[in-house]
């Protein structure tokens, strides 16, 4: 996700279904149609409230199908450019569009509108960026306040932020696997090759000394921290501080003994047992990866699987 307005400057080779269309629109100036999923029913890939943003200039952000419809929406996105008129379709059953089909069997409602509340985007950014709840609703005749009022409500929650402590292949895998997603990351490792290799891989590092500040890495419930050690005795005060702070998911590497032994010794520092059980262990869906890829991936879906949806959306009449 891309976390300020200047972001996606630097962003613009990623693909366009991982763009923020909301920031993208940004960029994109004059003449940007939104697309925006305002209802769906049966099975769908996409939930409602996904959204796209279509320059005048041909550039794309952001995705409602996996293919299916996304063409024959520039299509439509250039009537609504040329003239101003919000228009909405319906995609699968019951559509009048016999010739595009939506394998998954559902059926989807889509507005485009033309984009004018320019100065309520950059209010959203700056509010995102903050990492502060905002919600932004659609009217149904194409207009975007500020706030939950009449017509769609999307509610944006801040952006996923992962902290991942360690050493060695996996804490440089997992970073570089969260680096190419795009998400806000920082790897903070006490040993200077796992540091040259994920920062030579882009991502963002931490030399770690003292423990840090993690009032400000860990700022709010939409973080998530892993722990990647092979010498656990590294963990217990980190795990300590961060378990004073609302992050949705602290995880570490290791074993079931491994895990035992770990809240034994936060138990013997006096964290609450209570507090003990939010420290996840073994880490991932997949039982006993040892492959860095292979549990870097398992690890993340964990963490994905707890985090819930960034961008939701509801109807207010």
């Known amino acids: 996700m891309i976390q300020n307005p200047h972001a996606f400057v630097a962003a613009r080779s ?72 919000t228009i909405r379709l319906r995609y699968g059953e019951g559509s009048p569009f016999l010739d595009l089909r939506l394998p998954c069997g559902g059926a989807i409602e889509v507005m485009l509108f033309l984009l004018r509340d320019h100065e309520a985007l950059v209010e959203l950014s700056r509010m995102r960026a903050a990492r502060r709840h905002v919600a932004l609703t659609l009217s149904d005749s194409g207009r975007l306040c500020l706030g939950e009022g009449r017509g769609l409500a999307l509610s944006f929650r801040a952006g996923l932020r992962f902290v991942i402590f360690g050493a060695g292949p996996e804490a440089a895998v997992f970073a570089e696997l969260v680096h190419s997603l795009h998400h806000d990351h920082m790897l903070l490792s006490h040993e200077d090759q796992s540091l040259a290799l994920a920062e030579g891989m882009g991502c963002n590092v931490r030399r770690l000394g003292p423990l840090p500040d993690m009032d400000e890495l860990m700022p709010d419930e939409r973080c998530a921290a892993v722990l990647f050690y092979h010498d656990h005795d590294h963990e217990p005060a980190i795990l300590r501080q961060l378990l004073a702070r609302p992050a949705f998911y602290i995880g570490a590497q290791g074993s079931r003994a491994t895990q035992r032994n770990r809240l034994s010794q936060l138990a013997g520092l006096g964290v609450p047992a209570a507090d003990c059980t939010r420290v996840r262990g073994p880490i991932g869906l997949i039982p006993s990866a040892r492959d860095p890829g292979q549990l870097a991936i398992s690890v993340l879906a964990e963490v994905m699987a707890a985090a819930g949806d960034t961008i939701s959306a509801r109807r207010v009449t």
């Open 14 to 85: 990623r693909h366009p279904a991982l763009l923020d269309p909301w920031e993208a629109a940004l960029e994109f100036g004059p003449g940007t149609v939104m697309a925006v999923m305002t209802e769906t029913q049966g099975p769908a890939y996409r939930r409602r409230g996904a959204s796209m943003a279509l320059a005048a200039d041909g550039r794309i952000a952001g995705a409602l199908s996996s293919g299916c419809i996304e063409a024959d929406l520039i299509v439509h996105s250039r009537r609504v450019r040329d003239n101003g008129q």
